[in-house]
């Protein structure tokens, strides 16, 4: 059983470039069916903010639209994201990494807001750079991989030379927002020395490069929550292996 730790946005609006905000916040499409997966594989599960805020929910993310107008599968996301207590009264980012809290993996869900508090959050990037030097996966999705960008090391960023992919710019120009947007997640990264890759818009795409698991949009976060989820399964047999028998 390995130990991960999802991170999720506690930042509720988002600035735009003519100064007003646009509501935002964390993505359920991309927690819950990862959550579930996580626990389904046998994994055990913590969830942290910035100072261990409650976690901004997108109410968007229940608009009929992003559901092909099913208000059944709209009741049973909410159900099921009403199931999961750790998002209401998560730990602390600051505080586990203070501490030296060690996990086998961390798992950034998208949403337009970690581009407000995770993409410039300390104790997100040294979290990320002790996991790393753990031996240990990360994963991210959508606008998740914003969280990622605070791992630098001696001005260079830890993910540059890496291949993997978010939200593309055509996407956010589909969603009406890549004119409005201070910055475009993809070209951000791109310039810290990201080797973004990116599958056609709304389509699953999932890009594994070492350690770093990404996905471009919801409709990849099925897939790269299972395969995260059976490499750490894989992870904690061999780890099993290597002690010998029995093993503590």
Avoid at 151 to 168: D, N, P
Wanted: proline letters at 5%; aromatic letters at 8%.
């Amino acid at each position: 059983m390995a130990k991960l730790l999802i991170i999720l946005t506690a930042a509720s609006a988002l600035p735009l470039k003519d100064g007003s905000t646009m509501s935002t916040g964390f993505w359920a499409q991309e927690f819950v069916p990862a959550h579930h997966l996580f626990l389904e594989h046998g994994h055990q599960i913590d969830i942290a903010t910035p100072n261990g805020k409650a976690a901004a929910l997108d109410a968007t993310c229940f608009a009929p639209e992003f559901h092909q107008h099913d208000a059944g599968r709209i009741f049973n996301l909410r159900e099921q994201l009403d199931a999961i207590e750790g998002w209401h009264a998560p730990l602390s980012l600051e505080r586990l990494a203070l501490t030296g809290a060690k996990y086998d993996a961390l798992f950034f869900p998208g949403g337009h807001g970690p581009m407000v508090d995770l993409i410039v959050s300390e104790a997100c990037g040294n979290l990320v750079k002790r996991t790393v030097a753990g031996n240990g996966l990360i994963g991210a999705v959508c606008h998740g991989p914003a969280g990622l960008m605070p791992a630098q090391h001696a001005g260079e960023w830890l993910f540059a030379g890496y291949a993997m992919t978010c939200f593309s710019p055509e996407e956010e120009r589909l969603a009406g927002l890549a004119e409005h947007l201070p910055e475009l997640l993809g070209e951000r990264l791109a310039a810290l020395g990201g080797l973004l890759q990116f599958g056609a818009a709304g389509s699953e795409h999932v890009v594994i490069d070492r350690q770093l698991y990404t996905g471009q949009n919801p409709a990849s976060v099925e897939k790269l929550a299972f395969v995260m989820a059976r490499r750490l399964k894989k992870m904690g047999s061999l780890d099993k292996d290597a002690c010998g028998t029995p093993c503590d």
